[in-house]
């Protein structure tokens, strides 16, 4: 595959995507990699991809690496994390997203501030329904690892796809693990997620507002407008 333009529903501000290391294990229901495993038998097997760990991936790019999955769940070798970011070091001059459901990881690799690199985690909400099933750490365990990330680090929060929530509990949430942006997105694949109210998400959006946390909306949140 090696580096790929962003298109789609990524990210607007990442330009390119790297999977060097495949697979996940978390199952979560929405996720548009188990519809490729269905619909076109894409292979989700944990493995490390060498070849791509010869991709050039040149410079002045914001690459998100692990689109296709978690390179940061606990099933992946450290010594492939570790290859993965010495790869990003050879390359200086671009930037590299992290997204993981698992953040807990970034803190055993990112224990100074580096401006190479931002971290996200997902937060889709407060509080799972009843009867969302995934193997995913807990939320409350994603939040108290965001917690810890060093000072001055580039860090952000996705509520992608939006479930429904609590505003309080979501917004101290945020509050205080106080990411430098925010992006908030709905269900885009129609997976019947229990999504909040128009009102619920414009009160969300004007209390990160309040509080000076940048947003960053998708397109496909217009849809909860109707």
Request: aromatic share 12%.
């Amino acid at each position: 595959m090696g580096l790929t333009k962003s298109k789609g529903n990524m990210y607007p501000w990442v330009t390119h995507t790297w999977n060097p290391i495949k697979g996940c294990g978390y199952a979560c229901p929405y996720c548009y990699v188990q519809k490729m495993m269905e619909r076109y038998g894409y292979d989700n097997t944990v493995r490390l991809d060498e070849k791509e760990l010869s991709t050039n991936l040149g410079k002045g790019r914001t690459i998100f690496v692990g689109s296709m999955g978690d390179m940061w769940g606990p099933w992946v070798d450290v010594d492939w994390i570790g290859r993965v970011i010495n790869r990003c070091f050879d390359f200086p001059l671009n930037k590299y997203v992290f997204q993981s459901k698992n953040p807990k990881r970034f803190l055993q690799w990112f224990v100074t501030p580096n401006p190479k690199f931002i971290l996200g985690t997902t937060i889709e909400t407060d509080k799972y329904p009843d009867g969302y099933a995934s193997f995913a750490p807990r939320i409350n365990d994603r939040f108290n690892a965001m917690l810890k990330i060093p000072p001055g680090m580039f860090k952000f929060v996705t509520i992608e796809p939006i479930m429904d929530f609590r505003v309080k509990t979501i917004m101290d949430m945020i509050r205080i693990i106080r990411p430098n942006f925010v992006t908030i997105g709905a269900d885009s694949k129609g997976h019947g997620l229990v999504e909040p109210t128009w009102e619920k998400v414009e009160s969300l959006i004007k209390e990160l507002g309040e509080e000076g946390i940048e947003i960053r909306q998708k397109k496909n949140l217009d849809r909860l407008k109707k």
